[in-house]
């Protein structure tokens, strides 16, 4: 194994990384400038490379800096999560990350009933667009969107999805929407993010092609979705996604579930050493019952 750098050097490093100041990562570690400064040549002079560029208007990460940060601040976080369990005498801790649109829109709301069910369990949920890096301990579950490719790790598909377009009821009675044609004349919202585009939705539903531009673009279906609901045009997203907004009336599908693209994007992923811990094997079980119930009801 490669001699590790000194954590101190690293913590130095990811503090002056994030705050872009020497004087205020040194107020957070509890030391002088000087030193968090010799901490991070110490660093600098072990790899090889140049980290930061010191400059009269602060400090910025260099090419290799910016590499370096995204692997080493998972890593101090993930031993500062598992010292955390460790000094609370926490065994039964479980760190699961996801994308954001279903984090926020399909698994919290359904969260209690796992918390009900498995109290013994201190569950950590993330959420980004990046997949989580099992090889540096980020997470013992990654719930993906997108199509699955990724090597020697498990993956389970949670539920296939219709996708369908979808509006405020009030925007679809003010511009009457009843035919495929009359999208063309109406603000069309992007999923920039989505498996399933405009393009592939016009093919498999008629002979139209869909639009160059859109009115708006978005990288969450959850912004897509409140969008619509604002009466900004037309989304097309998934209606399990769209649950809560469909049920309580803020959307409504323009055409109905006969004219959707189904597909399997959404994954739990994980490496299959994992599957061991009782926690893991917990909440695999309780989100595949989850799953199931709602691919019976999707709207």
Partial sequence: MPHLPPIHALQAFEAVARRRSFALAAMELHLTPSAVSHQIARLEAQLGVRLLER?????????????YLSRVAGALAAIASATDDV????????????????????LMPRLPTFAQAHPEVSLNLSAAHTHSDFALGQADLDIRYGVPNWGDLVVEPLF??????????????????????????????????????WSDWFAAHSRLRAPQRFALRFDRAQMAMEAAILGLGVALESAVLAQPHLRE???????????CVRVKAHFVVYPARHARRAPVEAFLTWIHREAARCALAPA
Avoid: C
């Fill in 87 to 106: 000094q609370h005498g926490v065994s039964n801790s479980l760190y699961v990350h996801s994308t954001p649109s279903l984090a926020m829109l399909w």
């Fill in 249 to 259: 009336g803020r959307l409504r599908m323009v055409f109905g579930l006969d004219r």
């Fill in 55 to 67: 400059s009269a208007h602060g400090v910025r990460l260099s090419a290799a800096g910016e590499s």
């Fill in 160 to 197: 296939e999805e219709p996708i369908v377009p979808m509006a405020s009821p009030a925007f679809i009675r003010a511009h009457r929407l009843k035919r495929i044609e009359q999208l063309l004349d109406v603000p069309l919202i992007q999923s920039n993010v989505s498996v399933v585009q």
